[in-house]
């Protein structure tokens, strides 16, 4: 550090100014003809001066300048020492007072050094036990145990992970993680975790924070991996813990007996042709005796069948083998097609909309993304298509969830995707083929004629092994809520009411709320919407979101949509939900099921967040008794019902809004049968079953 001029340069150059003043004073004051002796008083008075100087400087010397450098000194040597040093207060003069000072501060330092350092000492050692304790928990552990952060640099392993590694692997603290096994399935499931977390869902999932996969090393071993995320304050995800299994010998196992299955599915089939031909040459010559073909062409027979269901129970028995030994779980679709869409343009693949209604199944997540995604760049590159629909649908006898991927054009032939079935998939694990990831799901491939002008992709998944999401098993559904003010609006003018219902844009929502008397005080809890475009469900653009309504939530209400209050505690107020809501929702018609309810509470707050919905609303419950009467179930779940509408994650706003969804489009074909086919029919329509209800109850 760059010092300035000391006490003494400072000093004399005050004294030399002010002998040059003293000489030169009386020589100012005196006119040119002053005599000698006026300088001589001059030279005396400057004399004088410098004697006085000299002497001040003597007396500073001694009892400032000389002890400020040993102060200076003693303080720096203090600021450098370690243990209870002091400073002696004598021999500092003047500055004993400050030296004084300086001792006791000293002292005060010296006590929270000690405070510090049996801090320290304390804290490190607890650590060294901590670690001592999970270093044996770790070398006691079969399995392989690795600690690593977001960027997958490894902070903490044991030994059973370097007997699984290759013996070049480079293993240590610090290195990364994607360089000792394959990257692929690790940044797959981390990302699934942090969607998992970020959406909450990780609270109430069978896995919460856990995932498993499997992973490659160099040599071509495969490891069996769950993967925990470590959570830090608001439930961020600061990093990671892997558990690794060895799984070479199980799969290789799995491989020969493949292999023998395989072989022995060859040897049985000569033998079945044989007894064919047998049983048609015998056939051929009906020259024998009735009594004497009879024992042959029973044993025949018998042969034949017996060998057919012993194929068919092998074949069954070896997918099922495979199928129980690789890590599967239920995903959710919506999750699990997200994964997909978004790999698309990143690898020269179509552009994918999610469309329909989601739901769940078994499997794994990340062969089934490579497997869906590789389809779909296939799909593309047969139709010229860059644009396909990716939905899921349940079977009819709710034994399989189909997988499709739908395109305008014709369906593919059967020997085209045959031959995609040796496609091999170069992220995929061990090099498994697109035959191979099929199998192991239990699925297989083909193509249909979806609508007029339309084609789908057809995979056959397993449906999940546990019930998911809140279904229609617990308290009595909302009851019908009429606000005629609300629900009697006024007709859409110009262009936009004459256009046919299937060419507009829809925002189907829900809301869940504190109670159901919006006007006494019950506030939303949570706000959801999803969009309709061309008449297909796009689970691709949604709006979710919980909502803090600044009041406790009963216990009531929390039992039929499990929001708690811990759960709002951090979220939004609805003021601050409604102007995305609105930008979300633009000139779309709002689409609602017993849409006064909700309405009602958007509008209630609609002032405060300075937006207004005040376009056009269609209600499910409303085009329902138009089209059904008063005979008809109108409740969400009466028309999921009779509509053969799966429900899934009822009484949540998204869920519900999906399902509403659903029940618009089918509404939406019964209207046009009753020449109900424009937005200003709908409304009108719609005004006169209110008018209805409303003398109804007036009587």
Same mark, same amino acid.
């Given at each position: 550090?760059?010092?300035?001029?000391?006490?003494?340069?400072?000093?004399?150059?005050?004294?030399?100014?002010?002998?040059?003043?003293?000489?030169?004073?009386?020589?100012?004051?005196?006119?040119?003809?002053?005599? =000698?002796? /006026?300088? +001589?008083?001059?030279? &005396? #008075?400057? %004399?004088?001066?410098? @004697?006085?100087?000299? *002497?001040?400087? $003597?007396?500073?010397?001694?009892?400032?300048?000389?002890?400020?450098?040993?102060?200076?000194?003693?303080?720096?040597?203090?600021?450098?020492?370690?243990?209870?040093?002091?400073?002696?207060?004598?021999?500092?003069?003047?500055?004993?007072?400050?030296?004084?000072?300086?001792?006791?501060?000293?002292?005060?330092?010296?006590?929270?050094?000690?405070?510090?350092?049996? =801090?320290? /000492?304390? +804290?490190?050692?607890? &650590? #060294?036990? %901590?670690?001592?304790? @999970?270093?044996?928990? *770790?070398?006691? $552990?079969?399995?392989?145990?690795?600690?690593?952060?977001?960027?997958?640099?490894?902070?903490?392993?044991?030994?059973?992970?370097?007997?699984?590694?290759?013996?070049?692997?480079?293993?240590?603290?610090?290195?990364?993680?994607?360089?000792?096994?394959?990257?692929?399935?690790?940044?797959?499931?981390?990302?699934?975790?942090?969607?998992?977390?970020?959406?909450?869902?990780?609270?109430?999932? +069978?896995?919460?924070?856990? #995932?498993?996969?499997?992973?490659?090393?160099?040599?071509?071993?495969?490891?069996?991996?769950?993967?925990?995320?470590?959570?830090?304050?608001?439930?961020?995800?600061?990093?990671?813990?892997?558990?690794?299994?060895?799984?070479?010998?199980?799969?290789?196992?799995?491989?020969?007996?493949?292999?023998?299955?395989?072989?022995?599915?060859?040897?049985?089939?000569?033998?079945?042709?044989?007894?064919?031909?047998?049983?048609?040459?015998?056939?051929?010559?009906?020259?024998? +005796?009735?009594?004497?073909? #009879?024992?042959?062409?029973?044993?025949?027979?018998?042969?034949?069948?017996?060998?057919?269901?012993?194929?068919?129970?092998?074949?069954?028995?070896?997918?099922?083998?495979?199928?129980?030994?690789?890590?599967?779980?239920?995903?959710?679709?919506?999750?699990?097609?997200?994964?997909?869409?978004?790999?698309?343009?990143?690898?020269?693949?179509?552009?994918?909309?999610?469309?329909?209604?989601?739901?769940?199944?078994?499997?794994?997540?990340?062969?089934?993304?490579?497997?869906?995604?590789?389809?779909?760049?296939?799909?593309?590159?047969?139709?010229?298509?860059?644009?396909?629909?990716?939905?899921?649908?349940?079977?009819?006898?709710?034994?399989?969830?189909?997988?499709?991927?739908?395109?305008?054009?014709?369906?593919?032939?059967?020997?085209?995707?045959?031959?995609?079935?040796?496609?091999?998939?170069?992220?995929?694990?061990?090099?498994?083929?697109?035959?191979?990831?099929?199998?192991?799901?239990?699925?297989?491939?083909?193509?249909?004629?979806?609508?007029?002008?339309?084609?789908?992709?057809?995979?056959?998944?397993?449906?999940?092994?546990?019930?998911?999401?809140?279904?229609?098993?617990?308290?009595?559904?909302?009851?019908?809520?009429?606000?005629?003010?609300?629900?009697?609006?006024?007709?859409?003018?110009?262009?936009?009411?004459?256009?046919?219902?299937?060419?507009?844009?829809?925002?189907?929502?829900?809301?869940?709320?504190?109670?159901?008397?919006?006007?006494?005080?019950?506030?939303?809890?949570?706000?959801?919407?999803?969009?309709?475009?061309?008449?297909?469900?796009?689970?691709?653009?949604?709006?979710?979101?919980?909502?803090?309504?600044?009041?406790?939530?009963?216990?009531?209400?929390?039992?039929?949509?499990?929001?708690?209050?811990?759960?709002?505690?951090?979220?939004?107020?609805?003021?601050?939900?409604?102007?995305?809501?609105?930008?979300?929702?633009?000139?779309?018609?709002?689409?609602?099921?017993?849409?006064?309810?909700?309405?009602?509470?958007?509008?209630?707050?609609?002032?405060?967040?300075?937006?207004?919905?005040?376009?056009?609303?269609?209600?499910?419950?409303?085009?329902?008794?138009?089209?059904?009467?008063?005979?008809?179930?109108?409740?969400?779940?009466?028309?999921?019902?009779?509509?053969?509408?799966?429900?899934?994650?009822?009484?949540?706003?998204?869920?519900?809004?999906?399902?509403?969804?659903?029940?618009?489009?089918?509404?939406?074909?019964?209207?046009?049968?009753?020449?109900?086919?424009?937005?200003?029919?709908?409304?009108?329509?719609?005004?006169?079953?209110?008018?209805?209800?409303?003398?109804?109850?007036?009587?």
């Amino acid at each position: 550090m760059k010092r300035g001029p000391g006490p003494g340069a400072l000093f004399f150059g005050i004294a030399a100014a002010a002998v040059v003043f003293a000489f030169t004073l009386p020589l100012l004051l005196l006119d040119e003809g002053t005599d =000698a002796p /006026a300088a +001589a008083i001059g030279v &005396a #008075a400057a %004399l004088g001066t410098a @004697l006085f100087l000299g *002497l001040l400087w $003597l007396v500073m010397q001694r009892q400032f300048l000389t002890p400020a450098r040993r102060l200076e000194a003693e303080v720096r040597m203090l600021a450098q020492a370690s243990g209870e040093v002091s400073l002696t207060e004598t021999g500092f003069a003047a500055l004993s007072p400050l030296a004084s000072a300086i001792a006791d501060l000293s002292g005060r330092l010296a006590a929270v050094r000690a405070d510090r350092e049996r =801090a320290v /000492a304390e +804290a490190t050692r607890r &650590a #060294a036990d %901590l670690s001592d304790r @999970l270093a044996a928990l *770790l070398r006691d $552990l079969h399995e392989g145990v690795l600690v690593c952060n977001l960027r997958h640099q490894i902070l903490l392993y044991n030994e059973a992970v370097r007997a699984m590694l290759p013996a070049t692997a480079d293993l240590g603290l610090g290195r990364s993680l994607l360089h000792l096994v394959s990257r692929q399935p690790v940044q797959h499931t981390l990302e699934r975790l942090v969607r998992r977390i970020r959406d909450g869902r990780h609270r109430d999932h +069978a896995d919460g924070s856990t #995932a498993g996969f499997v992973a490659a090393t160099a040599d071509g071993r495969l490891l069996h991996c769950r993967m925990a995320a470590i959570l830090g304050v608001d439930d961020e995800v600061t990093g990671y813990v892997v558990t690794v299994g060895d799984a070479t010998l199980e799969l290789a196992s799995l491989a020969r007996r493949d292999a023998l299955l395989r072989s022995a599915t060859e040897d049985v089939r000569q033998p079945l042709a044989n007894l064919g031909a047998a049983v048609g040459a015998l056939a051929d010559h009906p020259d024998l +005796a009735a009594e004497e073909r #009879a024992p042959f062409d029973r044993i025949i027979a018998e042969s034949s069948q017996a060998l057919n269901r012993t194929l068919e129970r092998i074949t069954h028995e070896y997918r099922a083998g495979i199928t129980a030994s690789w890590p599967m779980e239920d995903i959710h679709s919506g999750n699990l097609f997200a994964l997909v869409a978004e790999r698309g343009p990143g690898n020269d693949g179509p552009e994918l909309t999610l469309t329909g209604l989601p739901d769940w199944l078994h499997g794994d997540s990340y062969s089934l993304v490579l497997l869906l995604s590789h389809l779909a760049g296939r799909v593309a590159e047969a139709t010229g298509r860059r644009q396909l629909d990716l939905s899921v649908e349940a079977d009819p006898e709710r034994r399989f969830v189909f997988a499709d991927l739908t395109w305008t054009g014709e369906p593919l032939g059967a020997a085209r995707l045959n031959q995609w079935r040796a496609d091999p998939l170069p992220e995929a694990l061990a090099g498994l083929t697109v035959g191979d990831i099929l199998e192991l799901h239990r699925s297989d491939l083909w193509c249909v004629r979806h609508k007029e002008g339309c084609a789908k992709l057809r995979l056959p998944l397993p449906r999940p092994q546990e019930a998911h999401g809140r279904r229609n098993d617990g308290p009595a559904p909302r009851p019908e809520f009429f606000d005629f003010d609300l629900l009697h609006q006024p007709l859409p003018e110009g262009s936009f009411a004459r256009q046919p219902l299937r060419s507009l844009s829809y925002v189907v929502f829900d809301t869940e709320t504190t109670g159901l008397n919006p006007s006494q005080g019950d506030e939303m809890v949570a706000l959801a919407g999803v969009r309709i475009v061309n008449g297909r469900i796009l689970t691709g653009e949604t709006f979710q979101t919980l909502i803090n309504p600044g009041r406790a939530i009963p216990a009531a209400s929390a039992a039929i949509h499990g929001i708690t209050d811990a759960m709002v505690a951090e979220a939004p107020r609805a003021e601050a939900v409604l102007p995305p809501f609105r930008a979300f929702v633009g000139d779309a018609v709002l689409v609602a099921h017993n849409a006064a309810f909700d309405l009602k509470f958007l509008r209630l707050k609609q002032r405060a967040a300075g937006v207004r919905f005040d376009g056009p609303v269609l209600d499910t419950m409303i085009l329902s008794r138009q089209i059904q009467g008063d005979h008809g179930e109108h409740s969400l779940d009466g028309l999921a019902a009779r509509l053969g509408i799966g429900l899934v994650d009822r009484h949540s706003a998204m869920g519900d809004s999906l399902m509403t969804a659903a029940i618009f489009l089918r509404l939406m074909d019964m209207l046009e049968t009753q020449g109900i086919r424009t937005l200003d029919d709908a409304i009108r329509r719609s005004n006169m079953a209110v008018e209805l209800v409303a003398r109804e109850r007036a009587f």
